[in-house]
Nanobody, 119 residues
Framework: VQLQAFGGGLVQPGGSRRLSCEAS????????MGWYRQAPGKQRELVAR???????NYADSVKGRFTISSDNAKETWYLQMDSLKPEDTAVYYCNAVVRRLIGGPGGYWGQGTLVTVSS
């Protein structure tokens, strides 16, 4: 199973950015999809998560500004980030809990994409 994250870059404060993550490989279904981030000198933290049924949860710091969504048929999920702040600067990682065609369920990580919020 491979996860590929896209969409990072430099954004001005108050701006928007959309991240996407595409899953491929030995996948039967995806139970949950998420985005985490890790800022310099800090631990990786959950940003947003969505289950296959559509339930979502968000970190308090991004509620009302970020929106997670998914296209289950494409095995792709997105993170729409609005009203970005400098403190949102981090490497963003996508994550998925996958039921594999062969083998048991497992958790997987994408390679990370850097979002820098700066003027």
């Amino acid at each position: 199973v491979q996860l590929q994250a896209f969409g990072g870059g430099l954004v001005q404060p108050g701006g928007s950015r959309r991240l996407s993550c595409e899953a491929s490989g030995n996948i039967f279904s995806i139970d949950a999809m998420g985005w985490y981030r890790q800022a310099p000198g800090k631990q990786r933290e959950l940003v947003a998560r969505i289950t296959a049924s559509g339930s979502t949860n968000y970190a308090d710091s991004v509620k009302g500004r970020f929106t997670i969504s998914s296209d289950n048929a494409k095995e792709t999920w997105y993170l729409q980030m609005d009203s970005l702040k400098p403190e949102d600067t981090a490497v963003y990682y996508c994550n998925a809990v996958v039921r594999r065609l062969i083998g048991g369920p497992g958790g997987y990580w994408g390679q990370g994409t850097l979002v820098t919020v700066s003027s």
